[in-house]
């Protein structure tokens, strides 16, 4: 079996690459990460109107152009060598995957034409202050009043959450525990009840908030799916957003990758290139497999989601888990290749130093996942 991609996936990839070349650079990355929204607006609207990336994944029936999950690797993989400063990931990653998964057909045509479009900024909720992955860190409540749910606690770690317009909020019914009782409700980032903050976070490529809902008042038709029975597909939403996260974090490795090579060849030392001397060469070669096969862990997981494979929760997890460890170790090896300069902020190193560390936990760090992938292999792990 050749995992590679067909013409027109090579195309896409192309395309976004050379646009981000010139729209994504280190000046506007910087420039995009000092706003308060944390990206462009005019650059998203170019995204959305013009290209339609926000709608690969979208089917023809909601507005989106219906391609596939390999073609979303290809894009998230280029944004992520680009760090692209922009709701992408939430909105089409986590959001759309949630309306996909567990949406009602109503609440699909009512939300995803706008994901689609670029008009819509979406993101979902589920992450609270213990940082559980699992069911059980889900404590916020959804308690039945009539015809009509009233949310109340507090998400944190919500990626683009402080600019979102719609919210995907994950909640359990009073008294229960685990994966028993959990709701998904889709509902609009205004309504009354809630409050949203900004994280300072150590990766200002990538905003994140805190969203605090106090007495929020939904209808009923927020309900996404069966009161109680939203854990299902909000773990399949999370396990395909990993997939798409593991094939950034590739793109993100492969830059530094790049970028050191490039360096090791123009920096002098002792009167020689420091990419002559053998340790740098031995460095730069354990970069070159690691982001290989990241990249072939992050290609399978990809294809897998596309073909609807059972094992999909296993291949995304082991994605997940050798994606991070690669690209912290990229972006670590990185610092130390260009020495003391790495870190300083004329250097762009740190800015992906930065981002594979927030890549690494977000959506569970690797002991998570292996935990994960034991689990799903029938392994005991206790």
Known sequence: MRFAFNEEQTQLRD????FLTDHSSSAQVRQAMDTESGFDADLWRR???????????????????????????????????ALLCAPFFSSVCLAANALLVGGTEE???????????????????????????????IEATAERRDSAFVLNGTKTFVVDGHTATLLVIAARTPGTTGPDGISLFVLPADTPGITRRRLPTMDQTRTQAEIDLRDVH?????????????????????????????????????????MTVQYAKERVQFGR??????AIKHKCADMLLLVESARSA???AGWAVSVDDPEVPVLASLAKAYCSDAYFRCTADSVQIHGGVGFTWEYDVHLYFKRAKSSAVLLGDAPHHRELVAQGMGLDVA
């Open 47 to 81: 995204i959305g109107g013009e290209l339609g990336w926000p709608s690969v994944i979208v089917p023809e029936t909601y507005g989106g152009i219906g391609l596939g999950y390999v073609e979303l690797v290809a894009l998230m993989e280029e944004m992520g060598a």
């Open 15 to 18: 395309a976004a690459r050379s």
């Open 273 to 278: 290139p420091i990419g002559s001397f053998q």
């Open 107 to 137: 609440q699909k045509l009512a939300h995803l034409p706008g994901i689609a479009a670029g008009e819509t900024t979406g993101t979902v909720a589920f992450a609270e202050a213990s940082g559980r992955q699992d069911a059980s860190g």
């Open 218 to 258: 939904v209808p009923e038709t927020a309900l996404m799916g069966d009161e109680g029975g939203g854990w299902a597909a909000l773990r399949r939403t999370l396990d395909l957003a990993t997939v798409a996260l593991a094939a950034e974090q590739v793109g993100g490795a492969q830059r530094c990758l790049d």
């Open 298 to 300: 992050s290609y399978y």
